[in-house]
């Protein structure tokens, strides 16, 4: 029945007797407060009482598994007994109320600092996007799996034990009802834990580090002797598991639930897009295929090829030049006018040949078999080699001679005076 003191930012406040005290969230939404939290520590050179104190006196009132679990949490659980505590709040969270009680008239302190940056905040926001969006990844990991099952035998005794007994339960039904039992027993468990983990390392450190240690390696021991998951059908429930630990993790590493969800949905719309721009990226591909320029590639012709294709395509320009010159565009009288012989013009283009039988048999007096032209190439081919004969018999001779002026010297010095 006694009011309860308003903490604000860097207070600090020593007192003797039994009190309340409540921190009220400042509604307005500001970014910079992303990942920030209050920090309130209490100390005292003797032991005092620390009992938070719930705003909904009936846990039939709650909205929401949650809230219900941590109303059966403040009842159930026995106020904390020590000489030092400490409260992290988060920023637009609820209101928290506690309660002090020191046990002899000695004085405590309450201190309240704001910490912009809670690095506990972040990291489970960037794991939260990591894990989603690698979960399809992790789940192909043998190294991964066995990290998962020691890490949900230490936090989820029950759900990772219940799991390994499934093919002792014969109805599905009956598991399900089990898992539903157990994975609500492990979020109280959870619950606890996280509310009393200072004050349980602190006082119990021994059993605790003999706890986990003893649960991680029989749990490691039961996924090692089971192996990985192998079945495409529990590989995909297993990455759907992941990613929804990932949005949890994500809700959590905030501190503003809206931006929350929008991360979500982004995320969500993200893994939606996937198929369109793949397709997209693909039917790209096939385009630029498509329209992209063939590279040249060169032939080399052979003699007869060259010749046939010097041939056909001799033809095929003279039929062009005959059509053209049977056009009506053709300024026929212009080009008459300016011939020496329209006479063999006119033959030409009604499809005589363009070389005359006198001129053939000129060509191949001429370039033929047996021609003046190809005597005269190969006389001067034979008088140019005749030339350089004697040239080179000459040099040969001097070098000889020089040769045997070398030999026939008597004295040592001849070499240098040669």
Not at 42 to 49: A, H, L, T, V
Not at 104 to 122: A, F, H, N, S, W
Not at 273 to 282: D, K, Q, V, W
Request: with cysteine; net charge neutral.
């Amino acid at each position: 029945g006694k009011n309860c003191s308003l903490l604000q930012e860097m207070d600090v406040i020593q007192k003797q007797d039994e009190n309340c005290y409540c921190y009220v969230q400042n509604r307005t939404i500001h970014l910079q407060y992303l990942w920030s939290t209050v920090q309130i520590k209490i100390n005292s050179r003797e032991k005092f009482q620390f009992e938070p104190i719930s705003e909904k006196n009936n846990c039939r009132n709650s909205e929401t598994v949650f809230e219900f679990a941590a109303c059966a949490v403040q009842i159930l659980w026995k106020p904390e007994t020590c000489t030092e505590t400490f409260l992290s709040i988060k920023q637009y969270g609820e209101d928290v109320c506690f309660k002090i009680q020191p046990f002899k008239i000695e004085p405590y302190t309450v201190r309240v600092k704001r910490e912009m940056l809670d690095g506990k905040l972040l990291f489970l926001f960037v794991a939260g996007i990591f894990l989603f969006h690698f979960a399809n990844s992790l789940s192909r990991s043998a190294k991964f799996f066995y990290l998962s099952g020691v890490i949900l035998g230490a936090l989820a005794l029950l759900v990772f034990v219940l799991l390994t007994l499934k093919r002792f339960i014969p109805r599905h039904s009956t598991f399900w009802i089990l898992m539903s039992g157990s994975w609500m027993a492990s979020l109280y468990f959870i619950y606890c834990f996280k509310e009393n983990m200072q004050w349980l390392w602190s006082e119990h450190r021994n059993y605790l580090l003999g706890y986990f240690l003893a649960v991680g390696i029989t749990s490691f021991a039961i996924c090692y002797q089971r192996g990985p998951l192998t079945t495409e059908l529990s590989i995909t429930l297993f990455t759907w598991t992941l990613q929804l630990t990932a949005f949890v993790l994500i809700y959590c590493g905030v501190t503003i639930p809206q931006v929350a969800y929008a991360v979500i949905a982004v995320s969500l719309c993200s893994k939606g897009l996937c198929y369109p721009l793949g397709a997209a990226r693909h039917i790209a591909r096939k385009m630029k295929h498509h329209f992209k320029s063939k590279k040249l590639v060169f032939k080399y012709l052979t003699e007869e090829e060259y010749r046939e294709q010097g041939e056909s395509e001799t033809i095929r320009a003279l039929e062009e030049l005959r059509s053209f010159c049977r056009s009506p565009d053709f300024p026929s009288w212009i080009a008459v006018s300016k011939l020496q012989a329209p006479h063999r013009f006119a033959a030409f283009v009604l499809g005589s040949p363009h070389v005359s039988p006198a001129e053939t048999k000129a060509h191949d007096e001429q370039y033929g078999i047996g021609s003046s032209f190809l005597e005269e190439q190969l006389f001067e081919t034979r008088a140019q080699s005749e030339r350089d004969e004697p040239a080179n018999s000459v040099h040969e001779e001097d070098e000889e001679n020089e040769n045997e002026t070398h030999t026939q010297t008597p004295f040592p010095y001849a070499t240098e005076l040669l």
